[in-house]
């Protein structure tokens, strides 16, 4: 099997593994459930998951312990889409080809269905260190909260709503990148790797090779919304030039971007290699998300 | 010094804690930081948060410990009183006679404020677990979690905004109050005594006399809101009214919804009196709770 059959192999996995984790769609209130479950079953990567997984299996950690800590990757992720797709964010109709749950379901269904996720995703995550008590199980979870919160996905989400339609510095986009897309693809890898029994130091070399593969990754899909048509890609492309997104691209142009993908990309790839040849697949993920076509 | 007066002095020590727990306003980026101290400082009661110390120091434990999750329970009823005052939810201007945080800083930023308050409640408990990994610590976070999610006070959110000026029966209503009031109350007891060395069984009791003293609370909020004024209570009255809400009131009239206040008050000061003379405070606290005039 190839990098791209693999991803598609593991997210079918995390795919069982969501549908055990949310309630029934008839559990009362259905309305919130069935409105979580529309989102989150809404056809994603799962590439956090993915990440989170890879990551643990690759320290020789076991996989069980780490499903509810993937799960919980999602949920986050799902959340962020939903609220930012709202009318007072990115005013979006479509994701990934299905109306956005405010056009399917109302404003406030989508406001809560949104919240709903983010306190299911903890409430997996806490359940799950009850069960197994332990250091590793604490830190991975405070891996996630640290890169989904305030110093991380939000406040990158923040600095993204308040730059639209305003000339940034490079510092500033830099900040977007690193904390809006990066950071919880840094959490996914740093939470993986401790579940799986890594040492403070291992963690801290993951989190920063997350860094650079989020920042390559973000760098990339900016290129791909220039350079790709609907029909590949799946979703309207100059889709940035029109809501006057400030990227890589529009900075510096696709080809000096494509270069920085690269730079970057090499930094993960030394980082990941001190892990041995266990990392091997992790090294081939980086390489396919980075030349990905869509 | 009068119960009051106790509650008061608690709530000023919160205050303390709170300020100590949120990034100071400067942190970038400061317009978030901003906006969710805007709310967390906004005057609140801190009940929830007096209620869980009352009910640590009450089993003996230590107050230090439960600082963090007694600062997060309160992070979290802000969030949700921040996302239920939105247009596309209550579309309230004014909350505790300030400009409600959307009025103030936009519904992007009051979305991203309220997510924020949630991450953050959960960043500062998971922080604490990581220093201080017990089987205690974990059980009082899960016990917050499960409280404020779609198991509790979210779904009955949920459920109060799909039956706004519909009618609903009993069952129904009695649904909204446990969950979108009581569940953070029975949380913030629960999670008090698990942090001060409660065994489950005392921890099983502290949640069923919470979900009474929440109950009651809701219903004499209810009550308050067509017998008090403007004045006195410091928000408008026949509030409810005006919102088409269903609540104990329209359903029973205020004779009979004294009378549930009795009743439920009565079980939760039995289920208290179990733990002794030092469930004294916790008891008289939930007296003044039910019969207060605002």
Redo the contacts between chains.
């Keep these: 099997m190839n990098c791209k059959q693999i991803l598609q192999q593991k997210a079918m996995e995390i795919e069982f593994y969501l549908q055990k984790a949310l ?1 029934e769609k008839q559990t ?2 259905s ?3 069935e409105a ?1 479950r529309y989102s989150l079953f809404a056809g994603g990567k799962r590439l956090r998951p993915v990440l989170l997984l890879c990551a643990c299996e690759m320290i020789g950690g076991e996989k069980e312990k780490a499903i509810p800590f993937a799960c919980a990757i999602e949920m986050i992720h799902t959340y962020s889409l939903i ?1 930012d797709d ?1 009318p ?2 990115d005013n979006d109709d479509y994701r990934r080809g299905k109306l956005t749950s405010h056009k399917k379901f ?4 989508a ?2 269905a ?3 996720l ?3 995703a ?2 997996t995550m ?2 799950a ?2 069960k197994d ?3 590793a199980t ?2 991975a ?2 891996a996630i ?2 890169g ?4 991380g996905m ?2 990158g ?3 993204d ?2 730059s639209q339609g305003n000339a940034i510095d490079e510092k500033t986009m830099y ?1 977007i990148h690193k904390n809006k897309t990066a950071a919880m693809l840094q959490a996914a890898l740093k939470a993986g790797v401790l579940l799986g029994g890594a040492t403070e130091q291992q963690a801290k070399i993951m989190e920063e090779a997350g860094e650079k593969i989020g920042v390559a990754f973000q760098i990339a899909d900016d290129i791909l919304d220039v350079t790709s048509t609907l029909e590949v890609l799946g979703k309207p492309v100059h889709s940035d030039e029109k809501n006057e997104k400030n990227t890589y691209v529009t900075m510096y142009g696709v080809e000096a971007s494509q270069k920085m993908v690269e730079a970057f990309s090499q930094e993960a790839v030394c980082l990941l290699k001190t892990f041995g040849k266990e990392a091997d697949f992790l090294i081939e993920l980086t390489r396919y998300l980075i030349t990905r076509k869509y």
């Design positions: 309630p009362y209130p309305a919130l459930f979580m609220h709202l007072a964010m109302g404003e406030d269904m406001i809560l949104g919240d709903a983010l306190h299911h903890f409430e806490t359940q260190c009850v008590c332990s250091v604490i830190k979870m405070h909260a640290h989904a919160g305030v110093y939000l406040s989400q923040v600095v709503v308040l900040f």
